[in-house]
């Protein structure tokens, strides 16, 4: 199916990209603020809280990663305004990350708490400030916006043979469909690739895309490997050749397949958002849930597709994150988990491409206001930033 | 409406040459493989659990193994339509799988 002149119903943002909410998003610097953010947010109605464990006590490179990815969390579309909430004597450098978001052209406001005589003290300030943003970005009013603007991620997690088999090539489909019709994606899962990064690097556009794509993978070994692990030699393990794995590519492949057919157009750091252009993107991030759906959120992602066998539960406090199941077991008994159901794929013989068209229908829907499960509920709450070295 | 018969496996890119079985399939199990107007059929020459694979063609001792229109190993025995491919008759081209 050709998606090209499908619109969603979205919130236009002042640097041009479109968000499918319209929050206020709450951010912390660091953990010492997080039980501020998280007050201040319980007491607005229309906020989203990103809370973490980090923002000091790290190596420069941790903290660059924190700084970068907290700035570009505050770009997403889906916020139209950012109240930054820090401490003030942290390692994250606070007014770097407010003025970052500020590039934007959205409402930024930054409250330390130290310099507010406290507690109680930053909650007046940030409360009354909360207030004012959030009635200020309830002007905004929904506008049909073409697919091109929307940027989904991918991930998979929770899987089981059926994620391999259905899920996430149906995902794939969906992706291919998405950027065929002007829009972009993110996957990445730095982990997953290995194994089959020669046949990612036959997909990147360019020479130089190819050899970063390389690097960040022998970076990731490296690190394992001076944990004194291995990733390469105990896989597949003993239980995936119990079900019916046979070699390490093919492992790889059944997670990589999300990613669709495109071409790689580039391979970014963790934290950082690629260029707001048509294309298929890398980000490279662990595979662990809160990590990686922060680091797709970093990436300007307004949805997030999660492909999940035995089902996940989790979604993300200012992004939809679209639980997707091709295991009809996993479909009935987690009905608040899942929303949507691909076990049509290996049931009743749906193609993939079919199901790849009903998932990015769907996921307009999601992107015009439909609620997914986890947000209905609230399961947005386990957030995290990624650290590459010791906490010191 | 139509029944749709079971789904017994699936072919995952055209250019495969492998099939994932979706349920236990017995020995001598007779699965139609083409659709279309010409339904080839497979014979099936071991027990393939659920989630293994079966060959679709002939696969020589050398041949590319293909799941995903992807290689995902080489061929180290002759491989037989219907036949179970797996750790036995596949090896990785980037690393041994060594079972924990």
Known sequence: MNFSDTVFMGYRRPDGQAGVR????????VTCANQAAEDI?????????FTHQQGCGLLQNDLQIVERTLGNLGHNPNLGAVLVVSLGCE????????????????PVELVKI?????????????????????????????????????????????????????????????????????????????????????????RCRQQEIADRLLSVVAALENRVRQSGADMRGGNPSAGNIAAGLTTIEEKSLGAIVKSGSAPIDGVFRYGECPPWNTGLYFVDSPG????ILAALAAAGCQIILFSTGIGAPQGFPFVPVVKISGNRKT??????????????ILLEGETLDDAGDRILEFSTQVASGLKTKAEAIGYIGSTAIYQTGPIV | MENKPEQKFILLHARDNTV??????????????????KPERIIVRQDIPYAHKFARSHIAKGDDVLKYGEIIGV?????????????????SKRAKGEPA
């Open chain 1, 22 to 29: 319209n929050y206020l998003g709450v951010i912390s610097t």
């Open chain 1, 41 to 49: 947010a319980r007491h607005v109605a229309g906020a989203a809280v």
């Open chain 1, 91 to 106: 390692g994250v450098n606070a007014e770097r990350v407010a003025g970052r978001i500020a590039e934007s052209g959205k």
């Open chain 1, 114 to 202: 130290q310099q507010r005589g406290g507690y109680f003290g930053a909650l007046n300030e940030a409360g009354l400030k909360a207030q004012g943003l959030v009635r200020e970005i309830s002007k905004l009013k929904p506008e049909p916006v073409p697919i091109r603007n929307l940027r989904l991620g991918v991930k998979c997690g929770a899987s089981d043979p059926t994620s391999g088999l259905s899920s996430n090539p149906a995902v794939g489909k969906a992706v291919d469909r998405l950027i065929a019709a002007g829009g972009s994606a993110v996957f990445g899962e730095t982990t997953e690739v290995i194994g089959a990064e020669h046949i990612l690097v036959q």
């Open chain 1, 288 to 291: 662990r849930e809160p990590e």
């Open chain 1, 331 to 344: 479909v009935e008994h987690l009905v608040d988990f899942i929303d949507m159901d691909v076990s049509q």
């Open chain 2, 20 to 37: 994932t079985a979706l349920v236990d399939l017995a020995s001598g199990d007779s699965i139609p493989l083409g659709g279309g107007t």
């Open chain 2, 75 to 91: 061929a180290v025995a002759d491989i037989r339509p219907g036949e179970h491919v797996h750790v036995h008759n596949v090896e």
